[in-house]
């Protein structure tokens, strides 16, 4: 389990704030490393003509898998963005950390015998029947059910809804409801403030109708995007005879000054590759801590939404960039076998609730990545792209006088 406060109240159904706290912190775990899954899977996928075996008939099969599980993943961490929110209108904090990949296997309650793990692979129809379990609705697991009344993530989501609807609306919001973040203050797409039961049941329901698809079976759901991609596969079989879709990457790679603290990783041994993966997860910490600030009420709404800005920026013209460069380099000095990106963190670290502080440090650490860019060839690049974030920084007040 991920937390004592769930591990104190395990096998106990009595609706507490605790508990609803505890299990969105579960999710918000859960949709962030199932978000890195997703994309590492969607970098995996070749996507040049140059490549070995693409013709331009496997190039539009591969950049359209790799698109749709890219919005998949964009939406994941929409997801975890709602159970911020949530958190915040219930009193909790938002967060950001999840554990390490690969997942041990019984880290969360869900499909007790079958076990799904998160963690790093590439683009394989294993891989695709691994994303369609975590996705399955609930009732189609009703006899793997654990002591707390689900088995998916979807059920985990059920069980938060029962509790919301149990609590009584006035002791239960304990945020402040102007602090809520929405669309105009961070650029999540119908992001839904939390301040009733209403919203907040709405907010629950979006999140599993999304994944799911269970109103009414969309095929633009999670789960149905995964099952057609799966049929596309399979149905396209012979055009892949002796080809696969993916780069050679290797299962859950990791700096190998890193390999230790986690069991089940590939080291990274080459030295060049290493040095694009420490820029990567750098780069993908600072992500996290700029987007997580959008949710922090100690802050003003100009530097939240600053900052949140620079953090979802950093997506596409960063973290991209450096990910499918890493799927294309060694993993070790010699032999085939590619990296990708291995989403390191090894802390929680949010920004002070200081502004004038909180802009200094993230200005200094842009500046530190564009320099380490620069000395990385591999990624040479980005460097400008990077220096460049500094300056879309809501600007410091000048000092009077």
């Not at 797409?189 to 698809?213: F, K, M």
């Amino acid at each position: 389990m991920n937390n004592g406060l769930r591990d104190a109240r395990f096998g106990d159904d009595r609706p507490t704030r605790s508990l609803l706290l505890s299990l969105l912190t579960e999710a918000g775990e859960l949709e962030h490393g199932l978000a890195c899954c997703y994309l590492f899977a969607a970098f995996s996928l070749k996507k040049e003509l140059s490549e070995p075996g693409m013709t331009w008939q496997r190039q539009r099969l591969t950049r359209m898998w790799a698109a749709q599980i890219f919005m998949i993943a964009a939406q994941e961490m929409q997801h975890l963005a709602e159970v911020w929110n949530l958190l915040g209108a219930f009193g909790g904090t938002a967060y950001y950390g999840r554990p390490a990949f690969p997942q041990a296997s019984r880290y969360y309650a869900l499909h007790p015998g079958a076990s799904p793990r998160l963690e790093l692979t590439a683009f394989s129809r294993a891989t695709l029947d691994r994303f369609i379990l975590f996705e399955e609705p609930d009732p189609v697991a009703v006899d793997r059910q654990g002591p707390l009344g689900f088995a998916t993530i979807g059920g985990l989501y059920r069980k938060v809804q029962a509790i919301i609807a149990a609590l009584d609306e006035d002791t239960l919001f304990l945020g402040d409801p102007t602090q809520q973040a929405a669309a105009a203050l961070v650029d999540f797409p119908g992001l839904i403030p939390v301040t009733d039961t209403a919203s907040a049941l709405a907010a629950v329901e979006r999140i599993i109708d999304q994944g799911e698809g269970t109103r009414s079976d969309r095929v633009d759901s999670h789960l149905g995007v995964f099952r057609t991609i799966r049929d596309q596969l399979d149905a396209h079989h012979g055009e892949f005879a002796g080809f696969d879709p993916a780069r050679p990457v290797t299962a859950n790679p990791i700096v190998a000054r890193h390999s230790a603290q986690a069991p089940g990783t590939s080291a990274i041994t080459n030295t060049d590759t290493a040095a694009v993966a420490e820029l990567f997860d750098s780069a993908y910490a600072l992500m996290l801590q700029l987007v997580l600030a959008a949710f922090s009420p100690g802050l003003p709404a100009a530097t939240r939404t600053s900052f949140a800005r620079v953090g979802i920026g950093f997506m596409p013209t960063v973290i991209r960039p450096l990910a499918e460069t890493l799927t294309q380099l060694r993993v070790a000095p010699t032999g085939t076998a590619t990296a990708g990106p291995g989403f390191y963190l090894s802390r929680f670290l949010p920004l002070p609730a200081a502004a004038a502080t909180a802009r200094a440090l993230v200005a200094e650490r842009l500046d530190e990545l564009g320099a380490a860019c620069a000395t990385v060839s591999a990624a040479a690049t980005l460097a400008p792209r990077i220096h460049d974030w500094t300056a879309r920084l809501e600007p410091q007040p000048r000092p009077a006088g």
